[in-house]
C-alpha cells in the first residue's frame, strides 16, 4: 500500500468519527492518531456536549494517542483529521513532537497548518511537522455542508430545547452561508505548487530553518502559493536532521568517547521504514573535528571509537539497517576505532591490543573480524559517500585530509617540507599494511549472505571511498558495508520523487555552489531527477563560483545569491541577517518563476 493509499484509508476513519460527530449534533469533525501503521487513538468533535472549548477532535484523540503510548512525545505519529486544525489544536502537535498531520478540507476561518497560520513550519518553534492537505477532501468537504445544511433548514438532530440552542450557536459561529463556508475553504485559485528542498547553509542554519525562511518569502510574493518543505542532505551534515523531519522517528542520544578519549553527547536517528527498522548516524557527533583543537599530536591520536558505540546502541535498539554519514571528522585512524568498539582485535606482534588512533597502526600485525561481524548479525551498513578518495596513496586519505585535521601542519608541528613527506610516506605505509590486514581478515572469514557485498573488490586499498572520514570508509567497506551515493541515498528515503509528482516548481540550494556541486552534490541531484519530469529549478545560494556551467548542465535553470545587501561574511552567517536575506531570495524565486 502506497502513502496516498494509506492516508484515504486511514481519513475514512476519520470521517467515520466526524458521522459519529454528526449523529450528536456536533459540528462533523473526526481525528484518529496512527503509528507504526496502527490506529492507536480516535475522536470526534465533542465541544458542545462537553462544554468544552478544546473538545476538539484532534486535541481529544492527541490525549488519547499519549496515554495509549504511555508517553507525552508523540514521536512517530500521525494525526488524521477531516478539518484543518486550528492555532490550539496545531500548537499542540507541536508540542507533542508529532511526526505528521493530514486533514482533508481547509478552514478558511481558523486553519492553521496552511490557511490562516503555518504553525507547523514555524521556524521560531522548537519542532516542525509535515502536513498533507486535501486527502478526501470533496467527502470532508460534503459532511460539513450536509450539516450545514440541515442545520440551516431547521432540522433537529436530537429533537430538544437544548439542541436548537446548540443549532442558533452553529449558525452564529459560521454566519455566512454553508455552502460558501466550504466553497472558501475549496475554491481553485492560481497556486503554484512549490517544492523546497535546500541543503543546510554550513556555519549558518540548518536545512528545515532555511526551507521556513525561504517560505515566508515565497508566500510574500504570491500568498497563494502552496509550499512542501523537504529538508534535504547530500549524506554529510545534516543528514539525520533531514531524515528525522522527512521521516519521523526518535533521536537517541548517547554518552560516547569523543576523538580524543573524552566523553560527548552524540545522537543518531532510529526510525521505520517499510523495510523496517533503520538508523542513521552522522559520525560527526561522535568524531567530528570540533572535538579536536587540530594539532599534529590529536590527529594522531584522534579516535573513531565512539562511532562504533552508536553503531552497537542502535543494533541493540532493534536496527535492520545502519546508514551511515561519513563526513566532517577529526580522525586519521583508518576506522580503527570505530571496529575495535564493535568488537574486532587489532594485535600487534605479540598479541596485544594496539592503541587508539594512527599512533596505534604503527604497531599492527593482524585483524579479526569476525566478533564484530557477530556484534552486527544481520544488521546492514550503508556508507553515504560522495568521497571518491581511496585509503591511500596521492588522493589517500592522509594525503588528501590530514592538514586540515592538524597532521604534520598543527600549532605543535615544526618540520620542514621534506620532514613532512618523509612522515606522510611513514603514515601511509601504516595505513598501506592497516589496509592489508583488513583484506587478509576478510579472507579468513566465511561471509553470510548479509555481508556478500564486501568481497567483491580485491582490496579496501583501493576502493573509491575508503578515504572518506579518514579511512572508516575502508573499515565499514571491511564488514560488507555497501557504499553509495548519499544525495541519491537521502532522496530516495525522504520519498523525494514522490513529492516532486506534484510540483510546479523546485527551489533547492546550498551555502556555497561550485564546479562540485555538478558531481554528487544535494542540488544537483535534485534538479537532475526535476529535469527529467520537467519541472523547473531555481537554487538560491551564499555564494557562487564564477565559473558554474557544470551546475547549469546539471538541471538547474537560475541560481541566486541570497546577499541582499553589502555584508560581511560574518554579518551573512548571523541567524537574523540569513532569515532576511532568505526571506527576499525567497520572494525573488517566486517572482522569477510567475515571469516564466
Not at 542520544?253 to 548516524?281: H, K, N
Not at 576505532?337 to 600485525?365: K, N, P
Not at 552534490?521 to 529549478?537: W, Y
Request: contains cysteine.
Amino acid at each position: 500500500m502506497d502513502m496516498h493509499e494509506q492516508d484515504e484509508r486511514f481519513m475514512r476513519e476519520a470521517l467515520a468519527e466526524a458521522q459519529a460527530a454528526a449523529e450528536l449534533g456536533e459540528v462533523p469533525i473526526g481525528a484518529v492518531v496512527v503509528y507504526k501503521g496502527e490506529i492507536i487513538a480516535r475522536a470526534h468533535n465533542r465541544r458542545e456536549l462537553d462544554e468544552d472549548p478544546s473538545a476538539h477532535a484532534e486535541f481529544l484523540a492527541l490525549l488519547e494517542a499519549a496515554r495509549s503510548l504511555g508517553r507525552w512525545r508523540l514521536t512517530g505519529c500521525t494525526v488524521y483529521v477531516t478539518l484543518e486544525p486550528c492555532l490550539m489544536c496545531a500548537g499542540l502537535m507541536v508540542n507533542a513532537r508529532v511526526d505528521r498531520c493530514v486533514y482533508g478540507a481547509a478552514d478558511p476561518k481558523g486553519g492553521a497548518t496552511g490557511t490562516l497560520f503555518r504553525v507547523n513550519e514555524d521556524a521560531r518553534l522548537n519542532h516542525h511537522f509535515n502536513v498533507t492537505a486535501g486527502v478526501l477532501e470533496g467527502e470532508c468537504a460534503e459532511a460539513l455542508r450536509s450539516f450545514f445544511a440541515r442545520v440551516r433548514a431547521g432540522e433537529r438532530v436530537q429533537g430538544d430545547a437544548h439542541e436548537d440552542a446548540r443549532m442558533r450557536a452553529f449558525e452564529e459561529m459560521h454566519a455566512t452561508d454553508a455552502n460558501d463556508f466550504v466553497a472558501q475553504a475549496h475554491v481553485a485559485t492560481p497556486s503554484p505548487r512549490v517544492l523546497l528542498a535546500i541543503d543546510s547553509f554550513k556555519g549558518c542554519a540548518g536545512s528545515a530553518e532555511v526551507e521556513a525562511w525561504t517560505a515566508e518569502g515565497i508566500r510574500h510574493a504570491c500568498p497563494d502559493a502552496q509550499v512542501t518543505m523537504l529538508p534535504m542532505a547530500d549524506g554529510g551534515e545534516g543528514t539525520v536532521e533531514a531524515l528525522h523531519v522527512a521521516l519521523g522517528g526518535e533521536l537517541v542520544t548517547r554518552r560516547v568517547s569523543g576523538p580524543l578519549g573524552e566523553p560527548v553527547e552524540a545522537s543518531y536517528l532510529l526510525s521505520q521504514s517499510s523495510e523496517g527498522i533503520f538508523a542513521a548516524i552522522e559520525m560527526a557527533e561522535a568524531a567530528g573535528i570540533e572535538y579536536s583543537p587540530c594539532t599534529h599530536e590529536a590527529a594522531l591520536r584522534a579516535s573513531t571509537f565512539g562511532v562504533g558505540e552508536l553503531l552497537l546502541d542502535a543494533v541493540a535498539q532493534g536496527a535492520q539497517t545502519v546508514y551511515f554519514a561519513i563526513g566532517g571528522s577529526a580522525t586519521n585512524d583508518g576506522g580503527a576505532g570505530f571496529l575495535q568498539a564493535i568488537g574486532a582485535r587489532l594485535f600487534d606482534v605479540q598479541g596485544t591490543e594496539i592503541a587508539r588512533g594512527l599512533a596505534g597502526l604503527e604497531s599492527l600485525s593482524c585483524v579479526d573480524l569476525a566478533p564484530a561481524l557477530e556484534a552486527l548479525g544481520s544488521c546492514k551498513l550503508v556508507v553515504l559517500s560522495d568521497v571518491d578518495n581511496p585509503l591511500v596513496g596521492k588522493r589517500g586519505a592522509l594525503r588528501m585530509y590530514g592538514a586540515q585535521k592538524g597532521l604534520l601542519y598543527g600549532d605543535d608541528y615544526v618540520g620542514d617540507k621534506a620532514e613532512t613527506e618523509r612522515l606522510l610516506a611513514v603514515y601511509d605505509s601504516w595505513m598501506v599494511a592497516y589496509g592489508r590486514a583488513l583484506d587478509e581478515a576478510r579472507v579468513q572469514l566465511d561471509y553470510s549472505d548479509e555481508h556478500e557485498a564486501s568481497p567483491r573488490f580485491r582490496s579496501v586499498l583501493g576502493v573509491p571511498g575508503g578515504g572518506a572520514a579518514g579511512g572508516l570508509g575502508a573499515a565499514l567497506l571491511a564488514l560488507g558495508a555497501h557504499m553509495t551515493s548519499g544525495t541519491d541515498a537521502v532522496l530516495d528515503l525522504i520519498g523525494f520523487d514522490e513529492a516532486l509528482t506534484d510540483a510546479d516548481l523546485l527551489i533547492t540550494g546550498e551555502g556555497f555552489m561550485d564546479e562540485q556541486t555538478a558531481h554528487g552534490k544535494a542540488p544537483a541531484g535534485a534538479a537532475s531527477r526535476a529535469k527529467k519530469r520537467g519541472v523547473p529549478t531555481i537554487a538560491l545560494v551564499g555564494g557562487r563560483a564564477d565559473d558554474i556551467d557544470d551546475v547549469y548542465a546539471a538541471g538547474i535553470d537560475l541560481v541566486l545569491p541570497i546577499v541582499r545587501k553589502p555584508m560581511s561574511l560574518a554579518e551573512a552567517l548571523d541567524p537574523h541577517e540569513a532569515m532576511a536575506n532568505l526571506r527576499a531570495a525567497g520572494e525573488a524565486a517566486m517572482h522569477a518563476y510567475l515571469l516564466m
